[in-house]
């Protein structure tokens, strides 16, 4: 069970291959303020959209959504009516589409859709002893229970076959809506009298012989879970008179595409049990809320095949946490030749040499389908045994008491893999029931409240554990497992007392608390385990959580952007997708941006320019060349002092190609009226090579794909505008502006490009050479402006000389504005206040002289509302410097160009950088 990814951070988790998408389709879920935006009077949102993006028509992602009246677990319903679904012509790129979407005003979420595969290897059909029933205790069960007609397991799969003589009896038929051209129950589904086709969008979700090669596979996990038993002919199921209710997902062009929108149907149409013998390796938002409303919302029982890669790789939905996941076994409890194995899977279930219905017959098969729908039909017989008992209830007896499996020779490789046991359902019924505690709601916390959980950092797990079944006794205690080197428990033990049934308790009070290990690599994925225990076992869940990203997002005024710790802005990683680019919130202003290509930080020397750049997204539509000479060589920080407003992001890293380099950079601003458009980066930069240097440039380019009608990108325009040392960038057809100022180099240099080299621009999609990049960087005003096009700047600097160990301030600001007048103003406002803040210390040598005026850059002694910079903090050792010997002392020093000044509470002293 896992809950392993960051829906801003990590928009397209790993495992989201190209391979495993639907062409033409895509998935995203507008937030409330989104639909009002998206689907206005005039729809001209909408309309913007479809035409700049070749979208052809949209529709609702759950058409006939019929949520509950309250959820049936502790936990909000999920806005399923807020899922949509958008076309576009297959040569389209999905994942291209989806990042644009995914920063688009009103948009929570936009992924592609996923295909999954069938988890079964049919083989002998002439194998017909089903051995399994009596194994798991069935036979032993219907002396209790021949199974409850009312108790209905949804088949989500490739289809059934209505006329097959095992299958007639048994099914779940829906007598609101019999088939007369009428919609009688008005839930959206015309004559859904048994069964949908999510697939073809129809009543009939009979499997096709000539469609989908496994469009059949549904025939045999129907017979299964509720095959007619006791007719004198072909097979026995598990829930002897329980009814099937089949959802045929294939798609005959697509495939296995309609999974999850058959597991809300299945949800919303009495099933109580839902089982999905398929899956894949990709994860998705789309996913996690259709599980979250299934389970959490509505009570359903969701049981989904592990997988047969005979590997460690999970599979999903079998992996999520809302979903029992099953591994398969023989007739002698070894593993499953082909069965997935791994920590996240829930149980393990008889599932080779399976003889059950198959197409119009009878064949045996293998396979973790046949796992999992045992398993289903199983938890179907138990809740008709056990008057009263729900869904998650019988789920939670059926984990209880799972026959231990790990111990057998054959199976010590897999230990801890395999979940825990193999299903027994007459144990389930027959042992008296006992606490089962379920975490959820989990809250994931830090001292600074980002959500960031970088090295050093003591991170607190809280929320509630919820008793699905007996009350426990006074011994319960919950001990949470990290399966990683990198985590490292403070607190990891609760006692929990007594919890009664079905009740819920809360760990805010006494949380888990454990430190991100200083060694931690970035964007470390760590599998943690809740396991709780009072006089046995009592449950437990799985879940992940990312340490160590290698971004933050500012977020705190008229600027989001994602500031990494390798130089680069607005993602982190080459593909463009983690982090949120660079955008401006609110209403129509909300320009998404650095999505085609992207921003880094440049430093040049002797001809040869360091530079952090990315290329374009999932796609090489912008053959813009990539660079990577700068690495992390600490962690992602947030500090607060009171000149940097809310928040300041501080990142350190070196150049890899001439090993010369450090740079410690803050990303720092406020809320205040005048500042809200301005984000300042402050980067010292520190030569750490044997010889002095003259003549070091720095600065940053950035491929601002400004949109006009949302995501009509060309034409844009970019200037120089002197007057401001502002270098900006607009739609032309739209008056949002974004830019940078150089604050702290220097001349300037800027140069706006035409990327395709039209307009007497440099091309740079033929190959951007360090020729060109060292004449941009070095050339003054290069260019300093054209035709609108589609166009990229950069702007940058120069820092005269850099002696050996010594340190020098480069600075510019980033702003936007509704217009260009508004971004000129920010970029006044930044120069205004960084001039008349920033006091340098301009004497060779910090010493006691240090209270000259002349000796600091506003000739005048560093005061309170001064931010306070010491260049030359080697020569300072010894020297305890303080702008107010009241103040408290404060906790802060910085060590990249070493020194121990140190900065009071309420005071800006900082040891350059």
Partial sequence: MADNFHPKQYPFPPGNTPQEVVKGELLLKLTPSGMNLWFGQDSSFWKANSRSLQLTHIEKGIPFWNPPKESVAPVPLVALDHIFRVYFPDSLPPYTLAARLFNTPGVEWAEPCLKVQPMVTPNDPNYFQQWFLPKIGADSLWNISLGDTNVVVAVVDGGTNFSHPDLQANLALNYADPVDGIDNDGDGYLDNFRGWDLGDWDNDPSYNPAGNQFSIHGTGMCGLVAATTNNNQGVASVGWNIRYLPVKMVNAASGWTRGYEGIVYAADHGADIINCSWGGTGVSHFARDVLNYASLNRGCLLVAAGGNSNNTVPIYPAAYPQVIGVASTDINDNKGGTSSYYKLMNLAAPGIGMHRTWGGGYATSNGTSDASAVTSGAAGLLLSAIPGLSPWQAG??????????????????????????????WKAYNQPSRARLHFISREHTDADGDGVFLPGDTVLLSGFSWNLLATSDA???????????????????????????????????????????????????????????????AGRTDFYLYLHPQHMQWEENDIHISVTNTGRMGYSDAPAQAGIGWRRPGGAAQLMEIYFNGMGFWLGHNQTVLNQTLSAPITGCCPLDQQNHFEATAPLSTITRGDHGV?????????????????????????AAQNRGILFLDHWVKNVGNSPLNNVYAGYFCDLDMHDTWFYINPNLAAWDAQNRLGYQRNANHSVTFGMVLLQGGNPHYYAFDVSGNHGSMTITDGFTDAEKWQVM??????????????????????????????ALFSMALVTGQNLAEAQSFAQEALQRYQNSVNVWTGAALNSNWHDAANWSRGAVPNQTDRVYIVAPSAAQGLDPVISQSDAQAAYVE????GNLKVQQGRKLEVGP
């Fill in 895 to 898: 060590t990249l160009c070493g």
């Fill in 475 to 537: 011994s319960l205690s919950a001990a949470m497992e990290a399966f990683s080197p990198y985590v490292q428990w403070i607190d990891s033990t609760q006692s929990l007392g007594i919890v009664q049934a079905n009740d819920t308790i809360g760990h805010a009070a006494a949380p888990f608390r454990f430190v991100v290990a200083p060694n931690t690599p970035p964007n470390t994925l760590v599998h943690f385990r809740i396991q709780y225990a009072d006089t046995a076992l």
């Fill in 647 to 671: 928040k300041t992001i501080r990142s350190y890293f070196r150049d890899t190609l001439l090993n010369q380099f450090e740079v410690m950079r803050y990303a720092w601003g406020d809320t």
């Fill in 396 to 425: 939670a007896r059926i984990l209880n008491n799972a026959d231990i499996v790990d111990t057998m020779p054959s199976n010590l490789p897999f230990a801890g893999s395999l979940g825990e046991g193999r299903l027994n359902v």
């Fill in 778 to 807: 070095t050339g003054g005003i290069g260019r300093a402006g054209g035709p609108a096009g589609d166009l990229a700047q950069y702007l940058g600097g120069e820092i005269p000389q850099l002696d050996t160990g010594g340190c």
